[in-house]
């Protein structure tokens, strides 16, 4: 019996495909499938700090500021030394400077 993942309906599932723009030589080129294409992600600093970036717009309600600094560069090092823990980035976010002392939104 074939793997469904492999088949669809009676088409084989072609999951080539290809990363441009990221200006990363270690994230553009052909990628043969989505293990391949996480695995490549998944190594590279830029998308780490991107997604900790989005997580810091997520709690803190806002985008970053010069003077967030401190707290990126924490959230990313937390992130690092706990062997990718993303429990250890929103800990690291919400005990900071910026969560603590953040000031309401005023429209």
């Known amino acids: ?16 495909g290809k990363l441009v723009g990221t200006d990363d030589p270690n994230l553009d080129g052909d990628v043969k499938d989505a293990i391949d294409m996480i695995d490549r992600l998944g190594k590279s600093t ?10 810091f717009r997520y709690f803190m309600g806002r985008n970053e500021t010069l003077s967030d600094s401190k707290t990126l ?31 309401p939104v005023t429209h």
């Open 1 to 16: 019996q074939d793997d469904l993942r492999d088949i669809y309906k009676t088409l084989p599932v072609d999951a080539k």
């Open 46 to 55: 830029r998308v780490r700090q991107s997604i900790i970036r989005h997580a």
């Open 73 to 103: 560069m924490d959230a990313d090092n937390a992130y690092v030394q706990s062997n990718g823990s993303f429990d250890a980035v929103i800990l690291s976010l919400l005990t900071s400077d910026s969560f603590i002392y953040r000031k």
